[in-house]
């Protein structure tokens, strides 16, 4: 199998510029998943994200994932826990409004180097996605207007951290899922590996970089290009031995934003997916995480046929 894309984003301005853009249109196409450096993010800032989000871990929620895991008997399963995953998460939000003063236990110093990371992902998704537009014969500033809504996007980061599991053969660290949203971009620890994705039906570790990102695409860039891109089924697998920190970060439409496959990629083929409103999706991802994309793609297309045939 062909090795996991890892892309340098140096070479945006250079000679090298159109070899870089078949990587990433490779990678869009037949991956779903890529590796970014020399993204533009300084290495220093990113090592002191990671300091302060293991201190805080450590701090505030290690205790308490190991009271949940005493509560629950994990420690001695016998048999494969399908509805829970091995994971201390919480989520801040940051457009259109941030979340982050009222997240308790956050000091003060996380708190805004938080903000500034999320000001500089907020920078680069939009960059990758101009890429993909690029890629696709999309004007630019397409992706980044499809995803806009009535307040713009929505982006958040799921911080999480996967400490060590007992029973890894029996526990997943995060269940197989594709995303719902956009476009993703993960700063995942360079030491402690766990993230797979299914390609051509095996099983492909992602491989922890250090000051990497890792960008992967959501359920909404299939419907917009039309599966030209598809989101693809990722897992977590827990570790035996280490903690490791994942900062995922969604770059998602807004609420109201209406999506349906760009018309410029479906004037000489076959429309594949439905129009709908990316709530009501999200509505339906809830209860539908860990299960195919496909008929969360269906359901939609039943509506959209049900209200063509009732408005002929």
């Not at 209406?258 to 339906?284: G, Q, S």
């Amino acid at each position: 199998m062909a090795n996991f894309p890892v892309i340098s984003l140096e070479k945006m301005n250079g000679d090298e510029r159109g070899a870089m853009m078949e990587q990433i249109k490779d990678a869009c196409e037949n991956w779903g998943f890529f590796e970014v450096v020399e993204h533009g993010i300084e290495p220093e800032f990113m090592d002191k994200v990671e300091r302060l989000t293991k201190e805080h871990y450590r701090k505030c929620m290690e205790q308490r994932f190991n009271e949940m895991v005493a509560s629950k008997g994990l420690e001695t399963v016998q048999s494969e826990i399908d509805d829970l995953d091995w994971e201390s998460t919480f989520f801040l939000r940051h457009l259109p409004v941030s979340n982050i003063s009222d997240i308790p236990d956050l000091d003060q110093e996380y708190k805004d180097v938080m903000r500034e990371f999320a000001a500089k992902l907020e920078k680069l998704a939009e960059k990758l996605l101009d890429l993909l537009c690029e890629n696709l014969g999309l004007e630019k500033g397409y992706l980044k207007q499809a995803f806009h809504g009535s307040n713009g996007p929505n982006f958040g980061t799921k911080v999480s951290n996967y400490p060590p599991c007992p029973k890894p053969d029996l526990i997943k660290g995060l269940r197989a899922h594709t995303d719902a949203g956009g476009i993703i971009l993960l700063f995942q620890d360079d030491k402690v590996s766990g993230l797979q994705l299914l390609k051509d039906g095996e099983w492909v570790d992602v491989p922890p970089m250090r000051h990497s990102i890792v960008i992967n695409l959501g359920d909404q860039l299939e419907v917009i290009t039309n599966g030209k891109y598809k989101s693809v089924l990722h897992r977590v697998i827990a570790q035996t031995d280490g903690t490791r920190m994942s900062l995922a970060s969604f770059y998602n439409p807004g609420n109201d934003a209406v999506i349906y496959p760009a018309p410029a990629l479906v004037e000489n083929e076959e429309k594949l997916y439905p129009k709908f409103v990316f709530e009501d999706y999200m509505k339906l991802y809830a209860g539908l995480k860990f299960q195919a994309k496909e008929p969360r793609f269906e359901a939609f297309k039943n509506l959209e046929d049900a209200s063509t045939v009732a408005s002929a």
